[in-house]
């Protein structure tokens, strides 16, 4: 298994920009599909992004297209979204997760592990 670890979130205005991080274990990060979720408050949690093993493969939620982008540094072990033209409905906390596959998915099962989350609020 990986463990994963979030970044990068914190109390931003709406309009700008931020990105998020999330940095995983294991020496099998290569191989695996990356994915995004998010929970805004009294919300299911939502598919925002995924990213397949090499990153040349990207899913978009259709919610978040042209705002977000998601990305990985396979040396580094790390896979990124980047967010701008914040909007205040991007308030959430924002989660990463893996699978044990190359291919990009965008439902909740096809993700095996998790990290804790990093909360984003979005002011106006």
């Known amino acids: 298994q990986v463990q994963l670890v979030e970044s990068g979130g914190g109390l931003v205005q709406a309009g700008g920009s931020l990105r998020l991080s999330c940095a995983a274990s294991?020496?099998?990060?290569?191989?695996?599909?990356m994915g995004w979720f998010r929970q805004a408050p009294g919300k299911e949690r939502e598919f925002v992004g995924a990213?397949?093993?090499?990153?040349?493969?990207?899913a978009y939620a259709d919610s978040v297209k042209g705002r977000f982008t998601i990305s990985r540094d396979n040396a580094k072990n790390t896979v990124y979204l980047q967010i701008n033209s914040l909007k205040p409905e991007d308030t959430a906390v924002y989660y990463c997760?893996?699978?044990?596959?190359?291919?990009?998915?965008?439902?909740?099962?096809?993700?095996?592990?998790w990290g804790q989350g990093t909360q984003l609020t979005v002011s106006s």
């Open positions: 990213i397949n093993w090499s990153g040349s493969s990207t």
């Open positions: 997760a893996a699978r044990s596959g190359p291919l990009v998915k965008v439902t909740t099962y096809e993700y095996a592990y």
């Open positions: 294991g020496r099998t990060f290569s191989s695996y599909a």
